[in-house]
Every structure is written in C-alpha cells, then in structure tokens.
T-cell receptor, first 109, second 116 residues
Framework: DVKVTQSSRYLVKRTGEKVFLECVQDMDHENMFWYRQDPGLGLRLIYFSYDVKMKEKGDIPEGYSVSREKKERFSLILESASTNQTSMYLC????????FGPGTRLLVL | AQSVTQPDIHITVSEGASLELRCNYSYGATPYLFWYVQSPGQGLQLLLKYFSGDTLVQGIKGFEAEFKRSQSSFNLRKPSVHWSDAAEYFCAVGGYSGGGADGLTFGKGTHLIIQP
C-alpha cells in the first residue's frame, strides 16, 4: 500500500512565525503535491513538484514556498504565518493516481 | 480552465437506500476522473477512477461511477448505503497523466448523511 505521512496532525502557531509542514512518501513517486482544504471551498492546489529540486505553482501559491531536496520528501513553508492560513493542509504523491496523507490541521493565532 | 461542479452540498439518505452523487466537469481534453472519500478528520481515500475504456467503473466499498461524455458527468452510485458511508465525497478531474504530474481540480464536495 502507498503510504504518505505528514509530520503533524495538529499544529498551533502564532502570526509571523515561520512554519514547516513535512510530507514523506514511500512509493518512489515522482510527483508530490500540497493542497489546502477549507469548508465550502474544497481542495485547492498550492504547489507541486515533479522531480527533486523542481517546483511548480498551483492555484494559490501566495504566502507559501516549498522545498524538495529528496525524492521522498516535500516540505511546505509558510514564511510568515497569517491567520488566513489557518486551514487543513493535505499532501499527496502520485505516479498516475494521487494518494493523500492524513492532513495537518494548522491554527494560526 | 478546468472545473468540477458537485451540485449537492448535502445529501441525506436512509440506511439501505440507493445513492447517487452528481459530478459535472469542464475540461478541454480527455479527462481523467476520480472520486475520493474523506471521513471526519482524515485524509482522502480513493474510491475509484476513470482513465479510459469501459465507462462504468467499479470501486471499493461497493461504489461505482459512470462516465458520460455527452453530459460531461461522472456520477457516483451505490445500490445500498451503510451507516459507515457517512462522509464527505469529492469528485476531481486531472490532465493527461491523470493529474499525476499537474495536479487535480476538485469539486467542493458533497456531505453525505445517513439516516437510521
């Protein structure tokens, strides 16, 4: 079975803090993705990566950056967290079909 | 631009009754279509997918979906729902590699409530 793990299930941070969300997959997938999920809005793509050190902007990249130094690991970075970044963050990896991690629920106070 | 519409925000079904969740998509090329399910506080689990071939696809947990190109629809069905089917359901569309390389576009979801 494909396994996608995220470093934290719940996270509380203060406005202005730098936040790192980590995602690891064990299926040697080329592609990895970060989405955020908000009630009534569904999932929206933030960034994705199709290879190590490569990244592409999704639909809502503002306020976020990413890092992919190893194939199995894809990090989402909030350079200066703001309250409007309070959300559920979902990581996925794929060859063709996307498989999702359990999500990180981030609260920014 | 691609888009997915799930017209029903909430659906309530009695346990044992049949279920149909609607999904309409807009996509400029051959679509790759997916249904995912999300239980409270959990990530998304793949129910089924359509890439090509038979337009009626079978998935896990007794679900099936039918791709109708003429109607740009990919509706999800189950003949008899169980209380454990209560969850949020998402339809998604992707590109040439099934969204594998370029991300998926999701609908806003349908919240399924099961009445005893």
């Amino acid at each position: 079975d494909v396994k996608v793990t995220q470093s934290s299930r719940y996270l509380v941070k203060r406005t202005g803090e730098k936040v790192f969300l980590e995602c690891v997959q064990d299926m040697d997938h080329e592609n990895m993705f970060w989405y955020r999920q908000d009630p009534g809005l569904g999932l929206r793509l933030i960034y994705f990566s199709y290879d190590v050190k490569m990244k592409e902007k999704g639909d809502i990249p503002e306020g976020y950056s990413v890092s992919r130094e190893k194939k199995e690991r894809f990090s989402l970075i909030l350079e200066s967290a703001s309250t409007n970044q309070t959300s559920m963050y979902l990581c996925a990896s794929s060859s063709e079909t996307q498989y999702f991690g359990p999500g990180t629920r981030l609260l920014v106070l | 631009a691609q888009s997915v519409t799930q017209p029903d925000i909430h659906i309530t079904v009695s346990e044992g009754a049949s279920l149909e969740l609607r999904c309409n998509y807009s996509y400029g090329a051959t679509p790759y279509l997916f249904w995912y399910v999300q239980s409270p506080g959990q990530g998304l689990q793949l129910l089924l997918k359509y890439f090509s071939g038979d337009t009626l696809v079978q998935g896990i947990k007794g679900f099936e979906a039918e791709f109708k190109r003429s109607q740009s629809s990919f509706n999800l069905r189950k003949p008899s729902v169980h209380w454990s089917d209560a969850a949020e359901y998402f339809c998604a569309v992707g590109g040439y590699s099934g969204g594998g390389a370029d991300g998926l576009t999701f609908g806003k979801g349908t919240h399924l409530i099961i009445q005893p």
